[in-house]
Structures are given as structure tokens and as C-alpha cells.
Nanobody, 119 residues
Framework: QVQLVESGGGLVQAGDSLRLSCAAS????????MGWFRQAPGKEREFVAT????????YYADSVKGRFTISRDNAKNTVYLQMNSLKPEDTAVYVC????????????WGRGTQVTVSS
């Protein structure tokens, strides 16, 4: 029901920064919990970060704590993932997801954007 389109991926060097964006459809974006996940070669899909509707509470995977920051701009129906101090192991397809009120899991998923970090 929620359409999600990621952007901002690319090829960067280790130690660089990158900001991903996820544009969402919906008249009630401000009520959605938003999340970022990633799928790396040879690995299972991994939770990266989530942010509740108000933006006041965030959660991060241990692997990205202190380096990544999730944020949102409800006026623009957009969620962001600021990635700093990137490492080669961060290389993955990054996917945006949404959970609407009343849902107990993420039900809407974007198509993903590729992030490649070279050493």
C-alpha cells in the first residue's frame, strides 16, 4: 500500500560518508514507523535502523551504532540514513521499509539502492 523509493546509493571509499533517502507515498506518513535493512552478498537480510513516527525514538543494529543515523522529514514524506565512516563490510543493497499503524511487522518495502564501499 505504501510506495517506497530509495536513492543516494553509490560507490565510495572506506571512511567516506553517504546519505540515503527514501521517499514514501501516503497521506499519513507521519504515523508510519520507518526502517532500513540491508542485504549483503552471502549474508541474510539484516536490520539496520528504525525510527518511530514522531522521530523521537530510534534503534540501530550493533554493527552500525555510532556510525549511522536515521532521521525523517514528515513534511517531505522522506526518511534518511546518514552513513559515516563506511567500511567495506557495509557494502549491500539498502532497502527502506514502512510499518503502518496497527501492523506488527513491516509490510511495505522499496526496491533498494546499492551501496558499495571499496578499501
Amino acid at each position: 500500500q505504501v510506495q517506497l523509493v530509495e536513492s543516494g546509493g553509490g560507490l565510495v571509499q572506506a571512511g567516506d560518508s553517504l546519505r540515503l533517502s527514501c521517499a514514501a507515498s501516503g497521506r499519513t506518513f507521519s504515523t508510519y514507523t520507518m526502517g532500513w535493512f540491508r542485504q549483503a552478498p552471502g549474508k541474510e537480510r539484516e536490520f539496520v535502523a528504525t525510527i518511530i513516527s514522531s522521530g523521537g525514538v530510534t534503534y540501530y543494529a550493533d554493527s552500525v551504532k555510532g556510525r549511522f543515523t536515521i532521521s525523517r522529514d514528515n513534511a517531505k514524506n522522506t526518511v534518511y540514513l546518514q552513513m559515516n565512516s563506511l567500511k567495506p563490510e557495509d557494502t549491500a543493497v539498502y532497502v527502506c521499509a514502512a510499518r503502518r499503524p496497527g501492523e506488527y511487522q513491516y509490510s511495505s518495502w522499496g526496491r533498494g539502492t546499492q551501496v558499495t564501499v571499496s578499501s
